[in-house]
């Protein structure tokens, strides 16, 4: 509940959410289909000095998961999950650390949508997409859409108490599976 311009209590507004949930999904799809449609090239790419595309992004992939779980302890430390009081500098570090986590995880997306598009179906060498690639391009595509959720909880002051928690779970969430579908199996087959 909120107090009101008149002083009294108004309930929180399910609109925020819901509004933030089709606009995540809207987003999901849309990168989704243009990553279907684009014609994947290098072009437009860097490697950030990495041998190359693929190995830059699983480098900032692990920094990302780094950060996210890092982001998943820092919020349960401000809610209070570990018995005892944040720090003040929880906080702080907490917006810093997502604020970085946001930064590279766009710019894996744009990597992956840009440098390898969202493939399914066959290759052009008659070979079928491997399952693990079709999930993790749908995975990638939930990643953006839990992004634009996030921001809108982070932002909101009108929304539900539970907003927010939900909204960075899921991210969390995507995320650990982003990584899992892709880092982790290059990782592993490597």
């Known amino acids: 509940m909120t107090e009101g311009l008149t002083g009294g209590v108004q309930p929180r507004s399910m609109v925020v959410p819901l509004a933030a949930f089709a606009a995540g999904a809207v987003v999901a799809l849309l990168v989704g289909v243009f990553g279907k449609v684009h014609d994947p090239t290098l072009a437009g790419t860097t490697t950030l000095g990495f041998r190359t595309v693929i190995s830059m992004k699983v480098v900032l992939s692990v920094v990302i998961a780094v950060l996210t779980v890092l982001q998943l302890l820092g919020?349960?430390?401000m809610y209070g999950r570990f018995g005892r009081p944040a720090?003040?500098?929880v906080g702080?570090?907490?917006?810093?650390s997502g604020a970085v986590a946001l930064v590279l995880t766009v710019f894996v997306?744009?990597?992956?949508?840009?440098?390898?598009?969202?493939?399914?179906?066959?290759?052009?060498?008659?070979?079928?997409?491997?399952?693990?690639?079709?999930?993790?391009?749908?995975i990638g595509c939930a990643v953006v859409g839990a992004?634009?959720?996030?921001?809108v909880a982070v932002?909101?002051?009108?929304?539900?108490?539970?907003?927010?928690?939900?909204?960075?779970?899921i991210l969390f969430a995507t995320l650990v599976l982003a990584v899992l579908t892709s880092t982790v199996w290059y990782l592993a087959a490597g």
Do not use: I, M, N, Q
């Not at 992004?147 to 921001?151: D, E, I």
């Open 75 to 77: 919020a349960l430390w």
């Open 147 to 151: 992004v634009v959720v996030k921001l």
């Open 109 to 138: 997306a744009y990597h992956c949508v840009w440098a390898l598009g969202l493939e399914s179906g066959t290759l052009a060498d008659g070979e079928p997409v491997p399952t693990r690639t079709v999930v993790h391009g749908v």
């Open 155 to 169: 932002r909101s002051r009108r929304a539900a108490g539970w907003f927010l928690p939900v909204a960075g779970g």
């Open 92 to 96: 702080p570090a907490h917006r810093a």
């Open 87 to 89: 720090p003040a500098w």
